[in-house]
Each structure stands twice: as C-alpha cells, then as structure tokens.
C-alpha cells in the first residue's frame, strides 16, 4: 500500500511542477502560483508521510526518480518570483569586460554599453550596487565562461550543487541509521524546487556545504565540517553561525580550519576592503519585502539584527556534544524568523537539516512562507495581513504546543525519564 501511496503523491508533485512551468511569468500570475504551489504541498506531505519509515531500496529509488523529474521540468523555466539569477549573470558580464563589479550599479552610465534587452530588463534593485561577495563571483565567472549570457546554465551549475546536497543527504541518513525514506522530506520540498530550480539562488551552493559538513561531522570529522562551513560563509555568510554548534568548538582542531578558510578567501580575494559591506549594509537596512517577525513589530534592522544575534549565542552557549544536524534546526529556524527580512529562499538551508531531525511544524512553514508571494497579488504590491499570519501559523502551533500544561499522562512518562 505504501508503495502505492507513494507513487501517487510522486505523480501529484511532478503534475503541480509540470503546471508551474507552464506558467512564463508567476508573478503575473500569483493566485495560479499559489494554487499549484499548495497542491505540490499536499503531494509532497503526503510522500513524506508515506515515505517516512522506508528503507526499501525500491522506494529510495522512486523517491530519487520523482526528485530528479521535478527539477528537470523546472530547470528551464525563466526565473521570476526572484530573478537574482540575471543579476549573477550580469555581474560576471561587467566582471568579463575588465570592469570590478562592485564599481557601478547596472543603471550607472559607465555600464551602460554593456546593457541588453534579455537580462539588464530583469535585474532587481538596479541602482543598487552587488551584494554577492568575491567568492560568489567567482563562481558567476566560470559558469559565464562556459556559457556566456545564459541564465539557464548559472540555474544547473547551482542544480548540480545542489545535486551535491542530495547526495550527501543519503550518505548522512545511512550514516546516523535514519530511514533513508526521509530523503523524501529534502528531494520533493516544493519550496526548494522553486527556489533552487526554479529562481536558480546561490542558496544552493550553500545547502551543498552545509550538508556535507553535516555529513562530515556525522562521521567525526568536525575540522573538515569546520572548513566546508567556512566555504559556505564565504559564498553566503550566513552558514558561519553553525561553527558554534560543532562538537569541540573551543578547539583549535575546529576554529583553525574555519579561520583558514576564511581568512584564505578574504586574502586571495583582495582583502576585506574590497568586500561589498557597504551594499550589504543598504541591502539589510532598506529592503523591506517579507519583514521578520521582529522587524514587524518594531522597524529597526538593527534591533532585529541584534535580536537574531542573541538567539544564535543563546544556543552557542548551551553546548552539547551531538553532531552538527542534530542540534541545528532550531537555530537555523530562529535565525531564518528573527531576520530582518524573510525572502522565502532563506528558509531552503533548512530543509535538508528537517530531513535528519523532523519537526512538522517546522515543515510546513516551509510551504508556508511561500505565501509572502501574496505580495504580488494586488497593487500596489504588499503582503496581506491573511498571508502574514498563514506564514507564522505553524511556528505559533509549535510555541503552543511547547507552553502547554502538562497531562497527567505526560507527566508520568516525563517523571519517568527522569528517573532513568
């Protein structure tokens, strides 16, 4: 029955991708985009439940197959929700014509001889300077080098990264003895397979560092994890706070191979003065597009910045000596909520750490904060205040249920616990 459970949740999820490609601009049309995205969900719930204690190598294989289709259907879509992937194609086009992309915005007149009408149309924020750090452009460069000017090879170089992640993702599941069943959680997220396949984000580059720094200490080898999660904070920054929650974090044997790296880059890249901190900076202070739940109380980036801080050091400070994907989710999860701003493609770095410790709250905020696409649904283009709390729902469901009193069931099984 399983097996059939299985199959069919798979067919509904490749049905809804086949509809989103179908679709040439989301953005024109967002109640359609949000209808499949939520039947993609359903599919996708679904398959994961089915697939949730699995180990058939029969059904791993179906799990894989129905991944690998999905993203293959949503490979050459035009990007839209997001089209951060033409401004990587840009930045590797000023790169290739001798001039530091960091010099001019795209709508600077020093540029201008360097406009087309496929991808300068499409860039976002196009008086902004770059914000990806030289490490990302490198990156840019060499796809350009491949393929010049083509947004669908920059989509499948960050693919096969990504490729990368799943792969790893098997190898940490057979590792810790997890059923490899879970895979489903990660291989048929309809977020990902939006946001990586469909927008083609660098987040992709960063689920692959993530994940086999995961995988690396899984299997005790915390200074390898160390330096892949410095890789990953050079390409995306953000993967530096997962340092703290290594085993023997203290050590020279973890915080020298991270340093190095980093250091490494910064220094082969032009040192730090020729890092983009400056846009950085404009990029967190005055984007406004899906505030964090601080950010919407209270309109300060800083304070939600600061915020997002403590919560990482909160969970630095507790220690713990687990691998890294076990203790990772809920400070992911607070770091993703407590930004101050939540573009839905942030959450994606979540999804492979839910595959090793699942929380479905947590899962299905992952559908959720799709719903920050409501944003384009009337004019002017705001997020409803229904779309907010649909976003927030499952983490208010997850507090509920963490402050709730006690049963006196569950107060037995806990006194229990604590008396073993």
Not at 258 to 270: D, E, K, P, S, W
Request: aromatic content about 10%; charged content about 10%; overall charge positive.
């Amino acid at each position: 029955m399983l097996p059939v459970a299985l199959s069919a949740a798979g067919f509904g999820l490749i049905a809804a991708c086949w509809g989103l490609a179908r679709l040439p601009n989301l953005v024109l049309a967002p109640g359609a985009f949000l209808v499949l995205f939520s039947l993609a969900f359903l599919a996708y719930g679904c398959g994961a439940l089915a697939a949730y204690q699995l180990r058939s190598r029969l059904g791993v294989a179906t799990i894989i197959a129905v991944g690998l289709v999905a993203r293959a259907i949503l490979l050459p879509t035009s990007p839209s929700l997001s089209t951060d992937a033409y401004r990587y194609v840009w930045d590797a086009r000023v790169a290739m014509a001798g001039i530091d992309p960091y010099a001019y915005p795209p709508a600077a007149p020093e540029v201008a001889g360097l406009r087309d009408s496929s991808i300068y149309p499409k860039l976002n924020h196009p008086t902004w300077q770059t914000v990806y750090p030289p490490p990302a452009q490198a990156f840019f460069r060499a796809v350009y080098r491949i393929a010049p000017n083509s947004v669908t090879a920059m989509k499948l170089a960050l693919g096969i990264a990504e490729l990368l992640a799943l792969a790893s993702l098997v190898l940490l599941l057979l590792t810790l003895d997890l059923p490899p069943g879970r895979l489903a959680i990660y291989a048929w997220n309809p977020l990902l397979l939006v946001e990586i396949w469909g927008s083609g984000h660098l987040d992709a580059v960063v689920l692959a560092t993530v994940t086999v720094a995961a995988l690396a200490s899984a299997r005790r080898r915390d200074g390898l994890a160390a330096a892949l999660l410095g890789l990953g904070t050079l390409l995306k920054l953000y993967p530096a706070i997962l340092l703290p929650l290594l085993p023997g974090r203290v050590r020279a044997s973890v915080v020298a191979p991270f340093a190095t790296v980093v250091g490494a880059g910064v220094l082969t890249t032009g040192g730090l003065h020729h890092w983009p901190l400056e846009p950085i900076g404009r990029y967190v202070r005055d984007e406004y597009f899906n505030p964090g739940l601080m950010r919407s109380l209270v309109n300060e980036p800083a304070l939600a910045l600061a915020v997002t801080a403590a919560w990482v050091i909160a969970f630095a400070w507790r220690g713990g000596g687990a691998h890294l994907a076990a203790r990772a989710v809920p400070l992911v999860a607070g770091f993703i909520v407590f930004a101050p701003s939540v573009f839905p493609w942030y959450a994606v770095w979540l999804i492979p750490l839910l595959a090793v410790t699942p929380s479905v709250p947590l899962i299905v905020f992952t559908g959720s904060v799709a719903f920050a696409y409501t944003f384009f649904l009337s004019e002017p283009w705001a997020i409803p205040w229904w779309a907010r709390l649909v976003e927030v729902a499952p983490l208010g469901f997850a507090v509920a249920r963490k402050l709730r009193p006690l049963s006196v069931g569950d107060r037995r099984e806990r006194a229990g616990v604590e008396a073993e």
